[in-house]
């Protein structure tokens, strides 16, 4: 192993609409390959109504469940890396002469930006990247352009200040992703190289479709779906407060007749979606066939959905867990993680930028 200057720790958060996703990664150098580990992390449920389509609307709620999961996680970090979601985000990419600097390329999108933003630019945060050389010509640089209402970002801001942390990078949902996937390694054919991999992350209130290309993010798109559902036909069907409805859900006792009448239903909907979204997919861009579905996000952990969306799509599907190939720190319990990692895929790419 090589040693040298530590950078200071920075966790990964990602603010649901129902919790709180925090995660620390660590890695080690060594002759054959590089090590991630895992030293700390924590899912820490959010009060109610504290986010609502992906924006927080009660800035306290969120930042005291942020100081919650970095307490009972034991991380020492200081700062953090987190995420806007997708549909609070405009992309372009755009073509700029690849012989300018870096400051000329930023001078240059300041004064070009406005033709592709539909908001006055002093409302909101703007950032760019590096793709490349342009296919249709090498001597221009294709650039990504990112840009944010300035309140999506600052709300999110403000709830790690109440933490006690400091923002020091604030992503987009889809790129942390994107950075997760390449750490399912032999989950995938290929390791995902010169694959279509479609990623469905089926949260609480949402799923959204991720499409990558080459490990690459080529299509995302949200829809209104989500483990909410199935916990609010177990509130009505059996009695139950939504509390105790949640509980149930996850720690089972329910009625014999929950799994057919319920759970499977549930499960064939989900799958149902799913296929939907593919094939608005394919109506809407140049591919007509996926070689692989991973299957992330909270209700991805329901037993048996992999199954189900495989043979529902006909081509096969996994559960994503980005930690299979990593070491675990002695806090953490193998299990639990285990059965949390497809809820973690997106506070794992953001953690993973503590190696930029």
């Not at 020091?168 to 390449?182: H, K, L, N, P, T």
């Not at 990558?212 to 059996?238: A, C, K, P, S, W």
Request: aromatic share 6%.
């Amino acid at each position: 192993m090589f040693w040298g200057s530590r950078k200071p720790a920075l966790v990964g958060i990602d603010v649901s609409s129902t919790a709180v996703k925090l995660l620390e990664l660590s890695k080690s150098s060594g002759r054959v390959a590089s090590q991630h580990r895992v030293e700390s992390y924590a899912v820490e449920p959010l009060p109610a109504n504290a986010v609502v389509e992906n924006n927080i609307a009660d800035v306290g709620a969120v930042g005291e469940a942020i100081r919650s999961a970095l307490k009972r996680s034991g991380s020492k970090a200081k700062r953090a890396a987190l995420a806007v979601s997708g549909s609070a985000v405009i992309t372009k990419v755009i073509s700029m002469p690849a012989s300018l600097s870096d400051r000329e390329m930023e001078d240059q999108i300041e004064l070009e930006a406005d033709q592709y933003i539909p908001y006055p630019l002093e409302e909101v945060n703007l950032d760019f990247q590096k793709l490349g050389p342009s296919q249709a010509n090498p001597d221009m640089m294709d650039i990504l352009l990112a840009a944010s209402r300035s309140e999506n970002v600052d709300d999110r801001v403000a709830a790690l200040e109440v933490a006690g942390l400091t923002a020091a990078v604030v992503d987009i949902e889809a790129y942390a992703m994107e950075s997760a996937c390449r750490l399912l390694g032999d989950q995938l054919p290929d390791s995902g190289r010169d694959q279509t991999i479609a990623v469905a992350d089926v949260g609480a209130a949402t799923t959204t479709l991720h499409v990558l290309h080459d490990l690459r993010i080529v299509y995302t798109r949200e829809q209104n779906f989500g483990g909410r559902l199935l916990t609010e036909e177990i509130q009505r069907r059996y009695g139950l407060s939504y509390e105790e409805a949640g509980m149930a859900k996850r720690q089972g006792g329910l009625p014999d007749n929950y799994a057919p009448e319920v759970l499977e239903p549930f499960k064939e909907a989900m799958a149902q979606q799913i296929s939907r979204s593919l094939q608005f997919f394919f109506s809407s861009s140049a591919f007509n066939s996926i070689d692989h579905i991973v299957m992330a996000g909270g209700s991805s952990s329901i037993s048996g959905v992999d199954d189900a969306v495989e043979e529902r799509v006909g081509v096969p599907a996994i559960i994503a867990n980005p930690f299979a190939e990593m070491s675990l720190s002695s806090r953490i319990k193998a299990q639990k993680l285990s059965s949390d990692a497809p809820a973690m895929m997106i506070a794992c790419g953001l953690a993973l930028r503590s190696f930029d």
